[in-house]
């Protein structure tokens, strides 16, 4: 760690070194300097790699060179030190959709040595006072429409002292908003001479107990990123325009949104509106975009309208597609290689990994298999005490790399490393050749539409309904979501069981935490499996049609 990273309340709470996970930098491309900034890299070298003229991010009305992207960086950071008075190390909350302030913003914070902390825009306040309370951010960007839940957050977690908006819609009292603080700000802002291992940000995950996780990722972390699956698989180049539905609070849409396209020297555009399936579809050629990223369920939404606009305005100029988030079906897979020509690149990844791991390119897809490995890293399929189990057996999948889970203060670290290992809790059989085929989560994580949901925390919310008196909730295999959740629930005596009260059950989830989360499917029942110890058997709710 450098002199520069003031605030040590990260670095004091990573995992004891016997519990960290083991990295490896064993190509070329993985040996970094020790002091590294990745914003520095990405941003400000940009110009001596040819691509400061280039467009860098877009949106219906802006477009940014990565030129005018660093001087707005610059303007923020600024901000940040000058004005908020931030130290190397503090974390920073940002709130917002996908939009270009959004972007600068997190590359702002960063630069200035400061540690990132988004957070998805459904949180309600419970959910983002969790996050605070774990993260103990001193200020927050936030955009003008998503103000209201944290700022309840804020009344309940002071600790979190500042909230400047941004995005606000014309005629707002703009007075203290970013972009007017920006403006009063001039001159360029030297990257902090952070380490390597310094620490660039913690991007939350919800667990099977539902209690938010923070996965540390630091500043060679995201570079040793960009130098496995962006360059050996996804390979992008400055003529790409990329867009897509995953949030930039997600590693996922942080590494694919944001990170790997600066790599590349290529672009980003973000709408105005609101992603549906037929909105994307047009957007597709209306922007230009070559690269695509979101989850299976939204590939199949978007096929039929993808397949009209092909026959009115021939196919479009994308040439990658990217699916990562969940299970890929096959059935997704050829229902979009019927409607665009393109063969959906797939891949796994983990946000305690960053990103995608496992993945090959389209023109080495295996049907049934994500991929292989990405080059960089080392994979194997074992057996519960760690020992490699033959080909074409299934067992869980153990990763080793140059990236690496590291929970913030987290006893579950034990659980995800072993011996050095990385066990992100999925199973998975390996052939001959080496690809790896995918059969299921190893716990009880929910992954609806592109979504990380813990049962857990769908059961408490429905426990806080004055009706249930126990509940358990599962994921149920579904077509269109890759899982949909499902809610077993025994009511107190006295109130109905009918549609009404499942309705209501529903509507008080979606107001309670993000409404993603709320279970498609509620069925009463007298009671619920449990051991002679009293813990609950979910497998046994698995098995219901």
């Known amino acids: 760690m450098t002199s520069a990273q003031l605030d040590r309340f990260v670095h004091a709470r990573l995992p004891a070194q016997a519990q960290m996970p083991e990295l490896r930098f064993d190509r070329p491309e993985l040996h970094f300097p020790e002091q590294l900034n990745w914003v520095e890299e990405l941003l400000d070298k940009a110009p001596a790699k040819g691509y400061g003229a280039l467009p860098m991010l877009r949106s219906d009305s802006l477009t940014l060179t990565y030129i005018q992207a660093r001087e707005q960086v610059d303007r923020i950071a600024h901000v940040l030190v000058q004005d908020l008075g931030l130290l190397p190390g503090n974390r920073v909350l940002l709130r917002g959709g996908n939009s270009v302030m959004m972007a600068l913003g997190m590359l702002a914070v960063m630069k200035a040595g400061l540690v990132a902390v988004a957070t998805m825009p459904l949180l309600r306040a419970k959910e983002l006072g969790d996050i605070i309370d774990r ?47 920006c403006a009063r700000m001039v001159g360029s802002f030297p990257a902090c001479p952070t380490a390597g291992t310094d620490i660039a940000l913690l991007a939350f995950t919800s667990g099977t107990t539902g209690k938010p996780k923070a996965a540390v990722h630091t500043h060679r972390d995201v570079l040793a990123a960009c130098e496995t699956w962006p360059r050996h698989v996804l390979r992008a180049t400055p003529d790409d325009v990329v867009m897509g539905s995953p949030p930039l609070a997600f590693t996922f849409g942080l590494g694919g949104m944001l990170v790997f396209p600066m790599w590349a020297g290529a672009s980003v555009y973000f709408p105005s509106i609101a992603y549906t399936p037929e909105a994307m579809a047009r957007l597709m050629f209306d922007a230009g975009a070559t690269i695509c990223y979101t989850a299976p369920t939204f590939y199949r939404q978007m096929a039929p309208h993808l397949q009209t606009l092909v026959e009115q305005r021939g196919r479009p100029p994308l040439r990658i597609c ?60 074992v057996d519960d005490d760690g020992v490699e189990v033959p080909l074409g057996t299934v067992g869980k999948l153990a990763v080793i790399g140059p990236t690496g889970c590291k929970y913030l203060d987290d006893g579950r670290q034990t659980t995800y490393v072993r011996d050095g290992w990385n066990y992100p809790g999925d199973a998975f059989l390996q052939d001959a050749d080496g690809y790896l085929f995918y059969q299921a989560r190893t716990d009880d994580m929910i992954i609806t539409s592109g979504y990380n949901v813990g049962a857990p925390e769908v059961e408490d919310a429905l426990l806080q309904h004055e009706a249930v008196a126990e509940c358990a909730v599962v994921g149920l295999p579904d077509a269109q979501r890759g899982m949909r959740i499902k809610a077993f629930c025994v009511l107190k005596p006295g109130f109905p069981i009918d549609v009404a009260m499942a309705k209501q059950l529903q509507d008080h989830v979606k ?20 051991t002679e110890t009293g813990k609950l058997q979910r497998f046994k709710l698995k098995v219901t049609p």
Not at 353 to 369: K, L
């Open 135 to 181: 993260a103990q951010p001193v200020a927050a960007l936030c955009d003008a429409s998503l103000l209201q839940e944290l700022t309840l957050a804020q009344a309940q977690h002071p600790v979190l002292a500042t909230i400047v908006g941004f995005n606000a819609p014309d005629g707002a009292n703009a007075a203290d908003t970013l972009e007017a603080r």
């Open 322 to 381: 990217v699916s990562a988030g969940e299970a890929l079906p096959d059935a997704t897979r050829q229902m979009w290689r019927e409607a665009s020509g393109i063969e959906i690149l797939d891949g796994i990844g983990a946000t305690e990994m960053f990103h995608i791991f496992v993945s090959s390119p389209p023109d080495q897809v295996r049907y049934g298999a994500i991929g292989k490995v990405v080059p960089g890293y080392t994979a194997k399929v």
């Open 511 to 530: 107001a309670t935490i993000a409404p993603y989360k709320y279970p498609r499917e509620v069925e009463f029942v007298a009671t619920l499996p449990r």
